[in-house]
């Protein structure tokens, strides 16, 4: 566990630098270089690590609701800059990850709600709970995909796993999360995705320096640019 920490050197600020970084380049790949594809399988890196980021989030939050109500309001500010970033024009055939992202925080909120983890008056009912909360999760995560949300129910089960798993050790933490989305997206490209795993691995868990509007922003924020320069 010692050389564990040792090399566990990236905070949660760090993580969400890299995740942007990787994003946009996949991003300027889609629009203006659909074929090179070393600008998608670079961009492969940020999808586990914003899920782990928005379960890290929903962990350490003080206000759930709040936090849900943030991610649905730039859900429907990013959705025009996506659309005209990577369609041209305004439609509904293909939603924005932060709508992804806004269900699979609403789905935790139903899921702690249900299952009830910190109640000390728990009893053997606990199981039934827990099949029911999965059941939930489920469900939202087929909600996801029928509204055709960017990763659909890939990005509910990745955010549900990285925080079911927020106990264990950090390893498995993170490769239960980028595991699921390796195995169940590698096509092509998508192989890429268990890179990610390495700076999951080296998160010490710490915040690191408060950019959190920025995050937020950066996502409508360079559709737009995107959108603009095509």
């Known amino acids: 566990m010692d050389i564990i920490k040792k090399y566990q050197i990236l905070d949660g600020t760090t993580l969400k630098i ?3 970084i990787s994003m946009a380049i996949d991003h300027v790949g889609a629009v203006f270089f659909p074929y090179a594809m070393w600008f998608r399988m670079i961009g492969r890196l940020a999808m586990p ?3 782990f980021c928005i379960a890290e989030g929903f962990t ?3 206000d759930k609701k709040k936090y849900l109500c943030r991610l649905g309001v730039f ?3 990013s959705e025009i800059p996506f659309d005209l970033a990577f369609e041209g024009k305004v439609g509904f055939s293909h939603q924005n990850i932060m709508l992804s992202f806004f269900l699979a925080v609403a789905a935790l909120i139903l899921y702690d709600w249900i299952v009830d983890e910190e109640n000390p008056e728990r009893n053997h009912s ?3 709970k827990t099949v029911l909360g999965v059941c939930v999760v489920g469900a939202i995560s087929l909600l996801s995909f029928l509204l055709r949300a960017d990763y659909t129910f890939f990005a509910v089960i990745a955010v549900f ?3 079911v798993f927020r106990k264990r050790h950090p390893l498995i933490r993170a490769g239960a999360g980028v595991a699921f989305l390796t195995i169940t ?3 092509g490209y998508y192989g890429t995705t268990g890179f990610s795993f390495i700076p999951l691995a080296m998160y010490n868990g710490k915040k690191g320096k408060e950019l ?3 995050c937020y922003l950066f996502y409508p924020g360079h559709l737009l640019l995107l959108a603009a320069i095509r």
């Open 49 to 51: 690590i914003f899920s």
């Open 185 to 187: 997206r590698t096509i």
């Open 60 to 62: 350490h939050t003080k």
């Open 75 to 77: 859900a429907l500010i």
């Open 212 to 214: 959190k509007w920025l």
């Open 126 to 128: 606990s199981v039934v």
């Open 18 to 20: 890299i995740a942007m």
């Open 161 to 163: 796993l990285f925080y």
